[in-house]
């Protein structure tokens, strides 16, 4: 066989090989019970939840593809015995949207007002055909009850943070919070300054998180945790935020931002990974976009 013909069908292999990992990846869900109505699934993307009400079941985020989004709706209906009723999008991100086609036409799909705006305006090719019966068909602007039999859940736009128009899910009776991607557990966070995102305005925040009345903690990517995982998380946001202002009253460049040692609450942080491949959110990532922000060098997409 040619030296080519070898290369080629090495180069086939290869990707018929990435192909079954991804596939194998992407159907791979576990399930964390943290009791007999609420679970995390975890799976390729961010974190899912399931709540079971006697109005039916409640899903939070649906992950990266259709066919995850399928699978999460059978899983969350066999834990709960209830068909879902209600589905919640904590913000635009494919991660935590591209699922939604997986779930039946006519679901109620809830999320604020910026984020329906932000997937017709910056992720349009994904939500056409059919996929556009499964965008967000109920929205507000600050905050919505809904009130399910034996489960009150309160969705609430605290501020601005991951982008401009995240959601936070505060499930009462159970005394759970879950905060999409306002909440990385001991992960570098994506900062979306190109949808409102802010460094200098995520602290603050968060304060407005803290002042409700929860005990666990269920964050956008990273284990469950608690209300001092939660400052512990705010306490790096803070130094972050702290960084870029020093940048912007020093006129530091961003070689010399990248290299601050200021940035010491981040100690046992990791970058995200994406079915083992790095996305870049790292330790350089969330300087660099400190220094934008607080210098100006970016510009809003939506």
Do not use: C
């Amino acid at each position: 066989m040619k030296i080519w013909k070898k290369a080629l069908l090495a180069i086939v292999l290869l990707i018929a090989s990435f192909a079954v990992y991804l596939l194998v990846n992407v159907r791979s869900l576990e399930v964390e019970s943290l009791s007999s109505d609420l679970h995390v699934i975890r799976g390729v993307g961010g974190n899912t939840i399931v709540l079971k009400t006697d109005a039916g079941t409640v899903v939070i985020d649906s992950m990266t593809f259709p066919m995850q989004g399928g699978l999460i709706r059978e899983k969350a209906e066999a834990l709960t015995g209830a068909e879902v009723v209600l589905l919640i999008n904590t913000h635009y991100h494919l991660d935590h949207t591209h699922g939604n086609p997986g779930f039946a036409a006519g679901t109620q799909v809830v999320s604020t007002e910026r984020t329906l705006s932000h997937l017709i305006a910056l992720d349009a090719d994904f939500w056409e055909g059919d996929a556009a019966l499964l965008l967000p068909n109920e929205t507000f602007t600050n905050q919505k009850q809904f009130n399910l039999g034996n489960k009150t859940v309160t969705v609430i736009h605290p501020g601005r943070g991951h982008t401009d128009g995240d959601l936070i899910v505060l499930i009462e009776e159970d005394q759970t919070l879950v905060l999409g991607d306002l909440f990385f557990n001991q992960h570098y966070p994506n900062i979306d300054l190109e949808a409102g995102g802010s460094v200098q305005e995520w602290s603050s925040t968060l304060d407005n998180v803290l002042a409700l009345n929860f005990s666990t903690v269920i964050p956008g990517h990273g284990s469950t945790s608690d209300r001092m995982g939660l400052i512990g998380f705010q306490r790096f946001i803070n130094q972050l935020a702290l960084i870029g202002q020093l940048a912007a009253n020093n006129k530091d460049t961003l070689e010399e931002t990248l290299a601050s040692t200021r940035l010491t609450a981040d100690q046992d942080y990791t970058a995200i990974s994406f079915a083992g491949i790095p996305l870049g959110l790292d330790r350089e990532f969330v300087l660099r976009r400190t220094w934008e922000e607080s210098t100006r060098n970016f510009e809003i997409k939506n």
